[in-house]
């Protein structure tokens, strides 16, 4: 099984992969690596770190992809998380491989946000040191998270929205991960 998690920044995407990676002894890849292993070892390879995120996409989708296929044919499980891929990239995987791929994506609700942003900011390094200018403001997590919500459900994707209680919120999503995999 490949379990790909994807969310807007500071929505708790590596966290969660951590608390996953402990329950089902699963490795997990952050998609944040990735790039920076890419762009470090590869200064050529076709994106800057701190550009557009289509174009970080389109760049890292056919490694991330061949890694979970490559994954599957050896029979080993693996836990992607960040905010590259798509719900577009993910539905092409061919039958034989979507099969074991399990994809979900997750952002705070509106009304979350406005109500949370200070606390959002305030965990938002919980697992990796981020630096103060990468907190974005309400308004783009707002608008973030309505456009990955309008993305999965054009796709019929799996979609949960942060709306209340966080830890709950996250309970829920576990509690669908252990009817899945």
């Known amino acids: 099984m490949v379990l790909f998690i994807g969310a807007p920044g500071h929505t708790g995407k590596t ?24 762009f470090r070892g590869w200064p050529d390879c076709g994106f800057h770190p701190e550009g557009s995120q289509d174009v970080i996409s389109a760049k890292l989708w056919p490694v991330e992809k061949a890694m979970a296929m490559t994954a599957i044919d050896n029979g080993q499980s693996m836990i992607i998380e960040g905010c590259y891929h798509t719900p577009e990239q993910i539905a092409q995987f061919e039958v034989g491989y979507a099969a074991h ?64 209680d966080y830890e709950q919120c996250i309970a829920g999503i576990i509690a669908w991960l252990d009817e899945h995999i």
């Open 15 to 38: 966290v969660l992969a951590q608390r996953l990676m402990e329950r089902y002894r699963m490795p997990y890849l952050s998609e944040d690596h990735l790039k920076m292993g890419l």
């Open 101 to 164: 791929v399990l994809a979900f994506w997750m952002a705070f609700s509106r009304r979350y946000v406005e109500a949370n942003h200070d606390s959002v900011m305030a965990f938002s390094g919980a697992i990796e040191a981020r630096g103060e200018d990468s907190a974005p403001p309400p308004g783009e997590l707002i608008r973030q998270g309505e456009a990955l919500r309008a993305r999965c459900l054009a796709q019929g994707a799996r979609f949960f929205e942060i709306d209340g």
